[in-house]
């Protein structure tokens, strides 16, 4: 398969249209709409590019969701209440995984992009839905923030299409646990998780290989862009090509970024949006979500310029003061006022934050090196 159309953008105004999450929670916070609010207002985004999100039908769904768990939140969110014995059950209605209104919808919405991103990717381009991401979803109850799981409906929608190998690779400063484990049993999915080392969920440790389908990668406090150009280098790139995948879906979450109050690690954007372009760059389709990220300025920036890298425009080094008026708008709890950085309201790139490649990191490369050398014995 071969790339030829140009690169897609999947949303749907329902992000910008209803606020998600209710209250005192870290994604209680604009992020989708800001994104599509800046490239519009950068005349990056247009009818050509721009795909509407459908909701996914309850029938696709339950291709990977067990049946009494969305019949039990599509009821309470109808109903606006959550009794007891469900909660326990299925893990919404809590502080970290709220009933808000339309719940079901936008959960849905986010699962229907990503299928969309995935067909529209078999064309031979790359697709941006950056309200996918949900990676901690699991079939029979919500998880970290996340409903349903929307990248593993997109590697589905390519395995369903005939694909044989498809890669997911995870940059979310949170271990792409959901993911892992729908497709642990199952050689045609190969996972590849950087996250840091001692984040919740807890999973994702350098010797757990999902059933040896998965490459886990748990990354020190305060990890560099030196230190993921060392392991783009020496592990990932090389085992993805070896791979040889058809398809690439990836969850770029933005709290691997540093400023994120979720998280220690410290990479700056443009780190983030160079490994997204060397991981899409040899394989004819590429589906590119979202993920975490809990600071607004640095995720609207990050998102916004993703974007622009990948439909090929060219970064502004000052943004236009229409684009410096939406992020000098937005605000978020868990970030300060005298922590927000002026460079967060005037510019999309953040300075390269390069450093010494610690022993922790140049370990685990050499750690899965070994266990190649073993596989291939």
Known sequence: MRRGAAPLLVGSSRYCRTAGFGRNHPLAIARVATVLQLCETLGWLDRRSFREAPAASVERLLRFHDP?????????????TVRTETRERFGFGTLENPLFPGVFARAATAVGGSI?????????CVVFHPAGGTHHGRPDRASGFCYFNDPVFAIMAFLERGLQRVLYVDLDAHHGDGV????????????????????????????????????????PPGFNDSELGFLLENLVLPRAAAFMPQAVVITCGTDALDGDPLSRLALSNGALWSAVERLVEPVGAA???????????????????????????????TLPSAAGRVLAGLQCDLVDDEDVRPEWLTTLSDSPNVGAVREEVRGLAATHGRRRLHELA
Request: proline share 5%; aromatic share 8%.
């Open 287 to 317: 589906v590119v979500l979202g993920g975490g990220g809990y600071n607004p300025w640095t995720l609207a920036r990050c998102w916004t310029g993703l974007w622009g890298r990948l439909s090929g425009r060219d970064i502004p080094a």
């Open 180 to 219: 892992q484990d729908a497709f642990a049993d199952n050689p045609a999915v190969l996972t590849i998780s950087v996250h840091e080392d001692g984040r919740w969920p807890h999973t994702g440790a350098a010797d757990d290989t999902g059933g040896g389908n998965a490459i886990n990668l748990p990354v």
């Open 68 to 80: 009494d768990y969305v019949q039990a939140l599509r009821e309470a969110d109808s109903s606006g």
């Open 116 to 124: 969309l991103a995935a067909e529209l990717a078999l064309e031979g």
